[in-house]
């Protein structure tokens, strides 16, 4: 069978990219995710910088995740200084990632996966059928950044945010008309994790090591340590000892793997959940079980679920931390520069996002490194279409391009980041 | 659905980005399906698979041309536009990709990558205008959401957008802030920076810091004299204005006035 299917731009990803899957006798023997988007020079942006420049320069990175760089480079830069925030400020830290947690993962549910499994070219389209439901996820979303919009700013590249904590932390009283809402997102969410459930799903797992953060109590954002269901449990100071980067031909993103054996790895939803479902919330754990969810999810179709999981967690964990606010005295630590090398993990939408920085004794940058979790999944993306896309080869040549799209939407994967051009190439021999 | 042929196409573009400004598209909750009933949202692949080629009557482009392929595929999305509408500050004035215009880009490349060989670029990151003509340029870093309706509600009844040019510090009146300058010594863009964002950083007890790029008429000098006063050094004064819109003229002349070692 010698045949050739090309989609020139995969739709519905944050940002563009190249797919290359090679068929020779009806076996896949590769698949290449190249990403082509221009090189952005961040982390040559930054040498020279102050440190307090950091997390403005940095939310620059990404449209759809930039509290996630903001908080990994804050921890990373706090971390420097040994700054440890009061328990105040670090919950409003947790509130404000909730709230990315929230826009980002029910803009993937509803906008850009959801079509996959309802049969749509997006969630516009989509709406013409299912209005209310594309609705509700519309408002559901928009939840979520109105917790960005009161806590940091606006939705996109939030502005409240600083080393050491916050330019302005909210009165009690200003989370009044925030906690209506979350009460209302509350039902939505756990209206998502249902219908997400009642989907329907091809049978494909696959044995991932999964590597998220773990922290004593908490259901992770910006703290813990990094594990692996292999035995990983290490601390963000030791991350470039146990992962590499290597950069491959056709692709402006780096790919991540384990240094010593060259293995891929998963970050993201699935990863955080298999390691942590202990750590959700009751009602999270409920729904979870309820849309068919074991404690391990290795169904990478399944992330949609998944996420709604995720969503119901951050929007309970909101709640939880509105009620319990207490006003701190100041909304920041002052901070003296001082020369030293400090880094930070902590879990984007899209999971693992790692910083490391090395400052001058006046405050000043003298390198960055960024790892964020698409380019730490890319390999990880390029083995499941190897593995999963040889039982869809009897399906019809679009069918079975939408099948490979819907393989790499999966993993939400933001190309922005990772550095762009989805191109789609099915070569056939 | 008849007579959907008869609703203006529009077309959504990426060049060099972060995708915040088009996912403001995606952001307006309240709106975006009133919107897909006004037009055929035609070209958006953040959104859509679908595609349906051929002229559109807007197009929305978001990045900065930072690449030749991009400098030759802008020309493409121009023909195929009857109205160019380029949003954000990496459209408008090359963002903060811009900061490579004023260094080595083949240094920024071997620190970053480590097969700089794999890596093609340019030397430059520019506006969209400065390869075609634009017929409106939306600021803002990210651009303001509610700004974006207003452009295309203007476009689709074919009257001028309402995006004030004045300053911040307008913005800061209306809304009532005390001055953070004047109150806290805070040093502030505001005077110099465009309207658009609503003041957000004085009303979080922060300057401003310059996401719309230079106001109409700005007097940049007579601002950074004053900030010194307050204390900030050379070098602090020339990062200020080299940020998200560093190659936006009025920052960038400023900031090289300030710039004594040529490091921006």
Known sequence: MTKTVKVDVLARVEGEGGLKVTIRDGVVRSAELNIFEPPRFFEAFLRGRDF??????????????????????????????GVTLSPQLRALRRLLYC??????????????????????????????????????????????????????GREIHPINVRVGGFHRAPRKKEFAPLAERL?????AALATVHWAGTLEFPERERD??????????EYPFNEGRIVSNRGLDISADDYDKHFEEIHV??????????????????VGPLARYSLNFDRLSPLAQEAARAAGLERTCRNPYRSIIVRAVETLYAVDEALRVIEAYEEPDRSFVAIEPRKGEGCAATEAPRGLLYHRYRLEKDGTIAEAQIVPPTSQNQASVEEDLVEFIGGFLDLPEEALRHRCEQTVRNYDPCISCATHFLRLDIDRG | MTGRHKRPRLAVWKFASCDGCQLSLLDCEDEIL??????????????????????????????????????????????????????????????????????DVKEYTRIVYARPDYIETLATSTP?????????ELR???????QLVEVLGAFLVGRRPATPAHSVCVECKLKGNACVMVAHDAPCLGPVTHAGCGALCPSYNRGCYGCFGPKETPNAPALSAKLSELGMDQRALARLYSTFNANADAFRQESERHDQDGQG
């Open chain 1, 249 to 266: 031909p056709q692709s402006t993103a780096l790919h991540s793997r384990f240094r010593d054996t060259g293995a891929a790895y998963l």
């Open chain 1, 208 to 217: 991932y090591t999964f590597v998220a953060l773990r922290h004593d109590q």
């Open chain 1, 99 to 152: 709230g990315e947690w929230i826009e980002s993962h029910v803009l993937h549910i509803y906008m850009l996966h959801a079509p996959d499994f309802l049969g749509y070219a997006g969630g516009v389209e989509m709406a013409r059928d299912h209005g209310d439901l594309v609705r509700q996820g519309l408002q559901l979303k928009k939840v979520g950044n109105e917790i960005l919009n009161f806590l940091g």
């Open chain 2, 34 to 103: 009133a919107l897909a009933e006004a037009v055929d949202i035609a070209y958006f692949p953040e959104a859509t698979r679908s595609e349906i080629s051929g002229h559109y009557d807007i197009s929305l482009v978001e990045g900065s041309i930072t690449t030749a392929h991009d400098a030759v595929r802008i020309q493409e999305v121009r023909r195929r536009s009857t109205k160019l509408i380029v949003i954000g500050a990496c459209a408008t004035s090359g963002g903060i990709q811009a900061l490579r215009n004023f260094s």
């Open chain 1, 52 to 81: 307090s420049e950091a997390p403005d320069i940095v939310a620059r990175i990404c449209g759809i995740c930039p509290v996630a760089y903001q908080m990994s480079a804050v921890h990373a830069l706090e971390n420097i200084h």
């Open chain 2, 128 to 136: 969209i205008s400065d390869h075609v003509r634009v017929d409106f």
């Open chain 1, 183 to 187: 009460k209302w997102a509350r039902d």
């Open chain 2, 140 to 146: 803002g870093c990210p651009i303001n959401k509610h």
